[in-house]
């Protein structure tokens, strides 16, 4: 999946922008990115989706907790956009 590095470094500097104000709330959605990155290596679609939810849902959590309304919409925009791309 070509659009990991790119997202990886996006949501890494949202956290350095403060946008994600947590290392560890930024460290878990990497984390999942990349199992759902090895998921779709795999060619398992259904997992690969799954993880996504759960990212969507885990960023959905953490709006005005840990992340800004401006970055969770960003971090949901990427997911519906890969979600609708498999």
């Known amino acids: ?5 790119g997202k990886r470094q996006a949501w ?3 956290r350095r922008r403060g946008e994600i104000t947590s290392d560890g709330v ?4 990497v984390k ?4 759902a990155t090895r998921s779709y290596d795999r060619g398992h679609l259904n997992g690969t989706s799954k ?3 759960a990212l969507s ?10 992340i800004t309304a401006r970055a969770e919409r960003i971090v949901q925009d990427d997911i ?7």
């Open 1 to 5: 999946m070509q659009w990991l590095p």
């Open 12 to 14: 890494l500097r949202l």
């Open 26 to 29: 930024a460290d878990g959605m």
């Open 32 to 35: 999942i990115i990349e199992g």
């Open 51 to 53: 993880q996504l939810q």
């Open 57 to 66: 849902t885990e960023a959905g959590a953490q709006e005005g907790t840990h």
């Open 80 to 86: 519906a956009y890969v979600l609708a791309h498999l």
